[in-house]
């Protein structure tokens, strides 16, 4: 599927914002509901990991489109539908500027192309997508991609907040964007004090941590001193919850929340 074709199949994030869900609608809480959340299709990754040549781009791909696919199917039968599908990082396994990077994610578009129209999608970077170490040209490539790397949007009363982790991880070759996305964060927490938000909920690719936020630091998570300065700037946020791609790191602060 061509850049063009895909335009009109997912709702891109632009402008810092998913036009899927006009805010002036959904800022209002008008009771529970659900959204899925995935992550790491990677297609690439499985003969990659096979064969001990993780770094390489992967040359095969059947297995994860197999897999994409019943996921597919599986959200679309889901009555009532979800609010929106959500996908944590690590769309294809090729890094930037690897072979098969291209048809990775051609592929994986073809596939995304069959989720209900009904169903927004949701794309957060992961390393995989933008690189371990960022850059302005691997940013600006996912953006015409996937969309905007970090953005917020609404949902039933809920503000989501989508992070491009990667920053947080070494933005060493591109501060300037680190620094921005930090500014736009505190303007966005700012914004879920004001509003008085049911709920905020933080969608990036590299878990803050696994087991316990005084952990080692490891290749899955995040330094200790990022790891701080994340949880005091969110705590500050009332009725906060973080999800990564790890499940079980989810981390939820609920101050005041029997307001």
Not at 226 to 251: H, N, Q, W, Y
């Amino acid at each position: 599927m061509s850049t063009a074709e895909a335009r009109g199949v997912f709702h891109r994030a632009r402008g810092r914002t998913l036009d899927a869900f006009p805010s002036e609608k959904e800022r209002e809480w008008k009771g529970p509901f659900y959204f899925i959340q995935g992550a790491d299709p990677q297609f690439g990754l499985m003969k990659a990991w096979s064969t001990g040549e993780c770094d390489s781009g992967g040359d095969e791909w059947g297995q994860e489109t197999r897999l994409t696919e019943q996921a597919v199917r599986a959200v679309n039968r889901l009555n009532p539908k979800p609010k929106f599908f959500v996908l944590c990082g690590d769309l294809v396994h090729a890094m930037p500027g690897m072979p098969w990077r291209k048809e990775q994610t051609e592929d994986l578009q073809r596939v995304l192309r069959d989720v209900d129209s009904e169903i927004p999608l949701v794309f957060v970077s992961g390393n995989h997508d933008v690189g371990n170490v960022p850059t302005p040209e691997t940013i600006e490539e996912f953006q015409q991609t996937w969309g905007d790397d970090y953005f917020s949007f609404w949902v039933g009363g809920v503000l989501f907040l989508v992070l491009n982790s990667q920053f947080l991880y070494d933005a060493s070759r591109c501060p300037a964007l680190k620094q921005a996305q930090d500014q736009w964060l505190d303007q966005q927490l700012s914004i879920a004090g004001q509003r008085k938000c049911q709920h905020a909920i933080v969608f990036q690719h590299i878990p803050l941590f696994l087991e316990s936020i005084d952990e080692d630091d490891d290749y899955f998570n995040l330094s200790k001193p990022v790891r701080k300065e994340m949880v005091d700037k969110l705590s500050k946020a009332e009725r906060l919850e973080l999800r990564s791609r790890e499940p079980r790191a989810s981390l939820a602060i609920m101050k005041n929340s029997s307001k």
